[in-house]
């Protein structure tokens, strides 16, 4: 099944305490993206990689660091999170050909006291 | 002010309505344009994904953009309570890569 994993789904941590959430992808897809949802702020990317090796900012990518190893992995990692990052996170992927299609993950929720 | 505007909702219609969404964006460089509905407690589902102003249909669902007044709008006919949920339009720019930027969602709920 074509499928975009997130792990953890849910998590609690404390300022300051690193952490690293997993996003994996098996259709072989060369774009990959991380996204934060907040209340009445919608939808906004945090990060995105065109391919292995290759990664760009998106509108919010403070605080927030990624690595593209490998294709089918994307995550993203909070050196030092802080309350403001508490949110919904969504890793997403699609194939650079194919504009129309757009997978993403079921979520992590995070909270950050 | 937001690149892209989205009215939140709640939008609540009956069972069988023809429901209209709708996005205003302030920027003429995007050119790709996008609908995504999500369900509580799940990640969004792309619906529908048009380049040119027009219309582009799919089952129950019709597209519509119009470049010269920065609107987008996404039509439900016949709608069902299974259609109740967020959703989401999303812009993209020519050579933004896989930059997206989304409205805030919309909610809406088909009642039986």
């Known amino acids: 099944e074509a499928q975009v994993t997130q792990n953890p789904r849910y998590l609690i941590t404390v300022t300051g305490k690193k952490l690293t959430v997993t996003c994996s992808q098996n259709?072989?897809?060369?774009?990959m993206s991380w996204y934060r949802q907040d209340p009445g702020l919608g939808l906004r990317q945090i990060y995105y990689?065109?391919?292995?090796?290759?990664?760009d900012k998106g509108d919010v990518p403070e605080g927030y660091k990624v690595s593209r190893k490998e294709k089918r992995n994307f995550p993203l990692i909070l050196e030092s999170p802080s309350p403001n990052q508490t949110s919904l996170y969504f890793c997403a992927s699609r194939t650079a050909g194919r504009a129309d299609t757009q997978y993403f993950g079921p979520g992590t929720r995070l909270t950050v006291l | 002010q937001k690149e892209v505007e989205q009215d939140p909702g709640p939008l609540s219609v009956p069972e069988g309505a023809i429901v209209s969404l709708n996005c205003t964006y302030s920027n003429s460089a995007f050119q790709y344009f996008m609908w995504y509905r999500q369900y509580s407690r799940k990640g969004p589902e792309l619906l529908m994904y048009?380049?040119?102003?027009g219309n582009k249909e799919d089952g129950r669902f019709t597209a519509q953009v119009d470049k010269s007044s920065k609107y987008i709008s996404l039509f439900i006919r016949d709608s069902q309570p299974s259609d109740s949920a967020t959703y989401l339009c999303?812009?993209?720019?020519?050579?933004?890569?896989?930059?997206?930027?989304f409205g805030g969602g919309t909610r809406l709920m088909v009642k039986p």
């Open positions: 999303a812009m993209r720019k020519i050579n933004a890569g896989n930059m997206l930027t």
């Open positions: 990689s065109m391919n292995v090796e290759v990664t």
């Open positions: 048009t380049y040119s102003s």
């Open positions: 259709m072989n897809h060369e774009y």
